[in-house]
Nanobody, 124 residues
Framework: QVQLVESGGRSVQAGGSLRLSCAAA????????MAWFRQAPGKEREFVLG????????YVSDVAKDRFTIFRNPARTTVWLQMTNVKPEDTAMYYC?????????????????WGQGTQVTVSS
């Protein structure tokens, strides 16, 4: 089974930018749907951005519109979440997730492979 490893989380000031990385290992994910979710303390895990690596169709949540972007390397082994103009409310643990069936969109129940998460903290 594929393993997902996130990195890039750190503390950043509001208005700044950072890039989170999700590296896939173990098997090809070229036909997967890959996504980023986040979970703030006391809140449910929520969808941020996702992309079908085969069709390149992208799914965007309201929290990500105009500020966050998802993209991948040509080999389809790494997916990044580029975050710009971050806000204190973006503070959360960010998780990379995958749907090996290649059918998922924005529903958390459609994702069956998860990374360990990387912490993002935004200060005002």
């Amino acid at each position: 089974q594929v393993q997902l490893v996130e990195s890039g989380g750190r503390s950043v000031q509001a208005g700044g930018s950072l890039r989170l990385s999700c590296a896939a290992a173990g098997q090809s994910v070229s036909a997967y749907v890959m996504a980023w979710f986040r979970q703030a303390p006391g809140k449910e895990r929520e969808f941020v951005l996702g992309q079908n690596l085969r069709t390149e169709r992208t799914y965007v949540s309201d929290v990500a519109k105009d500020r966050f972007t998802i993209f991948r390397n040509p080999a389809r082994t790494t997916v990044w979440l580029q975050m710009t103009n971050v806000k204190p409310e973006d503070t959360a643990m960010y998780y990379c997730a995958a749907d090996p069936d290649g059918r998922a969109t924005m529903d958390i129940s459609e994702y069956h492979v998860w990374g360990q998460g990387t912490q993002v903290t935004v200060s005002s």
